[in-house]
């Protein structure tokens, strides 16, 4: 268990995060801006950029007995589920594998180079979502394998996702290029500049998509363009009161939660043979936890709301199986509906590679891990540790179950398109990872030329491969019975 100082109790997670990182990596406050330039310099000289193009998968990989050994430690009745949407294609499969490709990138080269990782930055984890202050911003939305590591395990997850997601769409080889490079040119020509700047430029630094999308008029065509727009249009719409009408109906004057088996279960029968009341109980008091880790004018805000109905509900690829509970709160008599979303926080994929986490709380690791990479997070953003009906301790973390979050509908998205997706994909993973590591070493080490971008553009297809390989072994699994996977819901 960690021990945290006075100071440490006193500072943001994002600070203390930070100032872990720093310490690990010995950056900053200790080095000069040439020594931090000299340091990316040497780090290139160790590990060429050129070598990241390698992988060659070990005699003894077993991405399926890795999902399974995974799989322990999730509901039992719903990991099926997991390995069905797993299986609906190599993509699907892509983006709930991320612990056999975590331990894959531990065997390629490492540049040494830590910042705060996303730990699983596939495309589909970047997406839309609402500030604060109610704008659309772009960013990582998705945090739950977050821990210091090498920056480029990032880097090549999203390449690797662009390569398998082109493959699935059909797309030729070199427009698959096109959109690998044009994502890791983003990442290197944005790192560099965030060089350039100060610390507190780069760390108020967001991107506003509605601004951005008048700056990428002229790369997409018209009609493109305007199916984007009432995309980003239809994302306004994604909060509490559209969850409330898609997940809710009124009883007897009551709101309640539709039971939607196995999808989304209310919890008075997922817990059938344990009194209702004792099960509110747990829930206000994994609550009152939340609510402590909150600032105190949120906290303040969501003691205006009172628990109505909570549910476990199915949700992702690569999460299915993890405990997800939503609530609904309301603070105005069924008008004023907000829907939290409790998701279990488990160790990262990337522990056994990178080492534990810092905190001693998984959900705190997530919520730390996200404030430090994202520009702007859910207000609502919070972790708890509760003792379940089951008995059993688990970790939590705490946000809005929908609140404007919208993502790129990829299997809809041309060549085109998705290298201007790509290219912002790119550039906002170095935002993240500016705000945690050493920008000028990391820029210093990218350099000018595209020797990385090529490198990591040679690495995505020959994991495309790897990854079609594994995608038929979770086949062949299901097929003598290795695996159990449901393909119906």
């Known amino acids: 268990m960690t021990v945290k100082t006075e100071s440490d109790r006193l500072a943001s997670p994002a600070a203390r995060a930070f100032r872990r990182n720093s310490k690990q990596s010995g950056t900053r406050g200790q080095l000069?801006?040439?020594d931090r330039v000299a340091r990316g310099k040497d780090a290139q000289r160790v590990t060429p950029r050129e070598s990241h193009a390698e992988f060659q998968p070990g005699g003894s990989r077993d991405p399926v007995g890795l999902l399974l050994e995974q799989a322990k430690s999730r509901v039992p009745e719903l990991v099926p589920i997991r390995h069905g949407r797993m299986l609906v294609s190599a993509f699907t499969f892509y983006r709930g594998a991320a612990?056999?490709?975590?331990?894959?990138?531990?065997?390629?080269?490492?540049?040494?180079?830590?910042?705060?990782?996303?730990?699983?930055?596939?495309?589909n984890n970047f997406g839309v979502y609402?500030?604060?202050?109610?704008e659309l911003v772009f960013d990582v939305n998705d945090f739950d394998e977050t821990l210091p590591g090498p920056f480029e395990w990032d880097v090549k997850r999203l390449a690797a996702s662009l390569a398998v997601a082109g493959r699935e769409n059909g797309?030729?080889?070199?427009?698959?290029?096109?959109?690998?490079?044009?994502?890791?040119?983003?990442?290197?020509?944005?790192?560099?500049?965030?060089?350039e700047q100060t610390?507190?430029?780069?760390?108020?630094?967001?991107?506003d998509i509605e601004q951005a999308l008048g700056q990428f008029r002229s790369q997409l065509k018209a009609k493109r363009f305007t199916a984007t727009e009432k995309m980003l249009a239809k994302a306004h719409t994604r909060d509490s009161t559209q969850a409330l009408r898609k997940l809710t109906t009124l009883v007897e004057g009551r709101r309640r939660i539709i039971s939607d088996p196995p999808m989304v279960v209310p919890i008075e029968e997922v817990f059938a043979d344990v009194q209702a009341s004792e099960v509110y109980e747990q829930i206000s008091t994994l609550l009152g936890k939340y609510r402590r880790t909150l600032q105190s004018d949120r906290r303040h805000m969501l003691e205006q709301f009172t628990l109505v109905q909570a549910a476990r509900k199915v949700v992702g690829v690569g999460s299915v199986g993890t405990r997800a509970w939503i609530v609904l709160m309301d603070s105005g008599d069924g008008v004023e509906p907000v829907f939290l979303q409790a998701k279990e926080a488990q160790p990262?994929?990337?522990?056994?590679?990178?080492?534990?986490?810092?905190?001693?709380?998984?959900?705190?690791?997530?919520?730390?891990?996200q404030h430090l990479m994202q520009a702007e997070s859910d207000i609502f953003l919070g972790w708890t540790h509760t003792l379940g009906p089951d008995g059993v301790d688990r970790d939590y973390y705490v946000r809005q179950l929908k609140d404007w979050k919208f993502s790129l509908p990829i299997e809809r998205t041309v060549p085109s398109g998705m290298v201007v997706y790509a290219r912002v994909c790119g550039s906002t993973l170095a935002r993240a990872h500016a705000r945690s590591g050493d920008r000028v070493a990391l820029a210093a080490y990218l350099g000018g030329s595209d020797a990385f971008d090529q490198a990591i553009a040679d690495f995505a297809e020959t994991y495309a491969d790897q990854n079609e390989r594994d995608y038929a072994a979770l086949q062949s699994a299901v097929k003598d019975g290795r695996a159990k996977a449901t393909t119906d819901i």
């Open 171 to 195: 797309f030729q080889g070199k427009h698959r290029r096109k959109i690998v490079l044009a994502a890791v040119q983003g990442y290197r020509k944005a790192m560099r500049g965030f060089a």
């Open 130 to 134: 609402a500030s604060p202050e109610r």
């Open 99 to 123: 612990l056999p490709m975590a331990a894959d990138l531990a065997t390629t080269p490492t540049s040494g180079l830590h910042v705060q990782l996303c730990g699983d930055a596939h495309l």
């Open 32 to 34: 000069s801006h040439a």
């Open 199 to 207: 610390f507190l430029e780069v760390w108020y630094t967001h991107l």
């Open 348 to 369: 990262s994929v990337l522990a056994d590679y990178c080492g534990r986490s810092q905190y001693a709380n998984q959900g705190e690791r997530v919520v730390a891990g």
